[in-house]
């Protein structure tokens, strides 16, 4: 389709918030895409929505600007690049989708009451009193030796499994919540971050609201998971003094949960990648997108820019910038790192299980608990990397669909 000064546009429903006094964060919350722009370009894009041509808004905009505005090839841009543009003459060149949470059942009103300073206020009190306790007696510090809550291993993996995704469901469903809590509708996927197999929780509409507002939705993961942690270092503190008289099956999941909410809170420490600190970093010191910057700037450190990058480079502000070259090196770091964790750790830990499970199944009798013992232990040990090897192919088709529809789009170059 070939876009000309006589064309007519219509844009998708956008919303704007203003970034600063001359800049306006805008963009469409059915895709979850934004991006800030200066005032003049906002004025451009609601005089396009207004039916009229692209001629007569450049002669417009010229006019206040006092210089020639190129609003053609403004224009080209809204529809490849930033993907604003719904129609071009009447016809579609970016699909409309659905904006729909999950679990749409559960009301602004419910989040909020679950969801509010009271509630961050005693679970971070948790958090600090369930460390305070480890502090004064190191037997309440989770220890690996707490994953397996049965002599049985397959039993152990079996529910381990089970139970490490139910509370990872729960870290979510906070996030969820919480952002539905200040009007925002979020979703719930399965995703990866490097070579980790995540779930994670879609709530990119978030960057609507004020930067004080974005910080629940962001923390509500991490405070109930150290919430969770208090109050179980608690519960076994009571069990110890002869307050409560639990079972030994309930110490046994309470030590379980304990171990894995400290791995979910260290694991969002790991801000290299996109994990809840690296979001509230970026929103505090309002980078843009500081993990796609950082890449430019190694790339440019290596010499491996292409032209496109190096003027995206150039545009970058400054100040963002200077976060960038000393964060680059944390990425970096951190990116290495988890490489080696996976490759000397997880796959040899891995490999190792599922070898002694195969021995163990092809050793014995068909007809046995050993053999199907073993064949339990290699489903269960494997289903996590088909998942993570299905997110990775996800992830590359969605790039080469995005690719095929940018390429598509810029027909509109004639």
């Known amino acids: 389709m070939k876009l000309t000064k006589d064309s007519v546009v219509q844009m998708h429903h956008l919303k704007q918030r203003p970034e600063n006094e001359e800049e306006v964060l805008i963009g469409r919350p059915d895709i979850g895409q934004y991006i800030i722009l200066p005032l003049i370009a906002i004025d451009i894009i609601e005089l396009l929505n207004e039916g009229r041509t692209i001629g007569e808004v450049e002669k417009i905009a010229s006019d206040r600007m006092g210089e020639v505005v190129d609003v053609l090839d403004f224009t080209k ?78 039993s152990s993996l079996a529910a381990g499994m089970i139970l490490s995704w139910v509370l990872l469901f729960t870290h979510e469903l906070a996030h969820l919540m919480a952002s539905r809590s200040v009007g925002v509708p979020s979703r719930i996927g399965i995703s990866h971050r490097l070579v980790f197999l995540v779930a994670e929780t879609d709530m990119s509409n978030i960057i609507l609201l004020p930067a004080k507002k974005r910080y629940k939705p962001i923390f ?119 490489i080696v964790l996976f490759l000397f750790y997880v796959l040899p830990l891995t490999f190792t299980f599922v070898s002694d499970a195969i021995v163990q199944t092809f050793n014995g009798e068909m007809i046995s608990w050993n053999f199907f013992d073993g064949i339990i232990i290699i489903l269960l040990s494997l289903i996590e990397f088909a998942l993570l090897i299905w997110s990775w192919i996800k992830k590359y088709q969605n790039n080469r669909f995005e690719k095929g529809k940018y390429a598509k789009n810029t027909e509109v170059d004639g």
């Not at 059942?105 to 679970?123: A, D, E, G, K, Y």
């Open 220 to 338: 509500a993961g991490m405070a109930v998971d150290g919430g969770m942690f208090g109050i179980g270092v608690l519960l076994l503190l009571l069990q110890d003094v002869g307050f409560l008289a639990l079972p030994s099956a309930m110490i046994m999941l309470i030590k379980f949960c304990n171990l894995n909410a400290l791995f979910s809170l260290a694991f969002q420490l790991m801000f290299f990648m996109e994990t809840d600190v690296y979001y509230a970093f970026t929103t505090k010191f309002n980078c843009k997108n500081l993990l796609h910057n950082s890449r430019l700037y190694i790339r440019k450190c290596l010499n491996l820019m292409k032209k496109h990058q190096l003027e995206e480079w150039e545009y970058i502000d400054k100040d963002e910038k200077k976060i960038v070259k000393w964060y680059s090196w944390f990425y970096l770091i951190g990116v290495c790192w988890a």
């Open 77 to 154: 841009d809204l529809v490849t690049e930033y993907q604003l543009v719904h129609q071009i003459d009447g016809k579609v060149v970016n699909e409309k989708l659905e904006l729909k949470g999950h679990f749409s059942w559960i009301s602004q009103r419910t989040s909020q009451f679950f969801f509010n300073p009271l509630t961050f206020t005693f679970l971070t009190a948790a958090f600090v009193f369930g460390l305070i306790i480890c502090i004064w007696n190191s037997k309440y510090i989770p220890v690996y030796s707490d994953f397996f809550l049965s002599s049985s291993l397959v």
